[in-house]
């Protein structure tokens, strides 16, 4: 009886566990990517040096077959549209950007090919530690943060978007 118990309680709670579990494939976020990356600044907890230092000098340039290698790690990639915020001076490493999947496209394909080419040294003489490199998606948009100041912050206001 006890077998039987446990065997019920743990399928239990594997269906509670991935009825919870978010993936955000399902999601999409509409609007355009202008838009979207305004939100994420506009929501994001971040710190008064990104505030006062990084925020004020950022700009936001479409990534091009040309310039994706740069900013994504790899060319070839299959996407619908592509932006980049960075600074305009780099006073330190930092990159966000934003990539809408083409319809049908394997998101987890394109996550992980990011992630695995994106470089974290691109930059003259500055560098971002690995572990501060986020990819993740919801539904066909994908994010990629570079920072070793806010990536975190950003990366939680851009999942609230996604609720």
Same mark, same amino acid.
């Given at each position: 009886?006890?077998? *039987?118990?446990?065997?019920? +309680?743990?399928?239990?709670?594997?269906?509670? %566990?991935?009825?919870?579990? $978010?993936?955000?494939?399902?999601?999409?976020?509409?609007?355009?990517?202008?838009?979207? +990356?305004?939100? *994420?600044?506009?929501?994001?907890?971040?710190?008064?040096?990104?505030?006062?230092?990084?925020?004020?000098?950022?700009?936001?340039?479409?990534?091009?077959?040309?310039?994706?290698?740069?900013?994504?790690?790899?060319?070839?990639?299959?996407?619908? @549209?592509?932006?980049?915020? @960075?600074?305009?001076?780099?006073?330190?490493?930092?990159?966000?950007?934003? %990539?809408?999947?083409? @319809?049908?496209?394997?998101?987890?394909?394109?996550?992980? @090919? *990011?992630?695995? $080419? #994106? =470089?974290? =040294?691109?930059? #003259?003489?500055?560098? #971002? &530690?690995?572990?501060?490199?986020?990819? &993740? =998606?919801?539904?066909?948009? #994908? *994010? +990629?943060?570079?920072? &070793?100041? &806010?990536?975190?912050?950003?990366?939680?206001?851009?999942?609230? +978007?996604?609720?």
């Amino acid at each position: 009886m006890k077998k *039987i118990f446990l065997v019920l +309680l743990a399928v239990t709670l594997l269906f509670s %566990v991935s009825a919870c579990s $978010n993936t955000g494939s399902e999601q999409v976020l509409e609007g355009d990517l202008e838009s979207i +990356l305004d939100k *994420i600044y506009e929501s994001s907890e971040l710190s008064e040096d990104f505030k006062e230092y990084t925020l004020p000098g950022l700009i936001t340039s479409e990534i091009t077959e040309e310039n994706c290698e740069y900013h994504l790690g790899k060319s070839g990639l299959e996407y619908e @549209e592509a932006i980049v915020s @960075e600074p305009e001076m780099m006073g330190s490493p930092y990159a966000l950007c934003l %990539v809408r999947a083409k @319809e049908g496209a394997d998101i987890e394909k394109l996550k992980s @090919e *990011i992630k695995e $080419n #994106v =470089n974290p =040294n691109k930059w #003259v003489c500055v560098g #971002v &530690d690995p572990s501060n490199i986020i990819v &993740d =998606n919801i539904g066909d948009l #994908v *994010i +990629l943060i570079m920072s &070793d100041t &806010d990536a975190q912050a950003l990366h939680s206001a851009f999942l609230a +978007l996604g609720k």
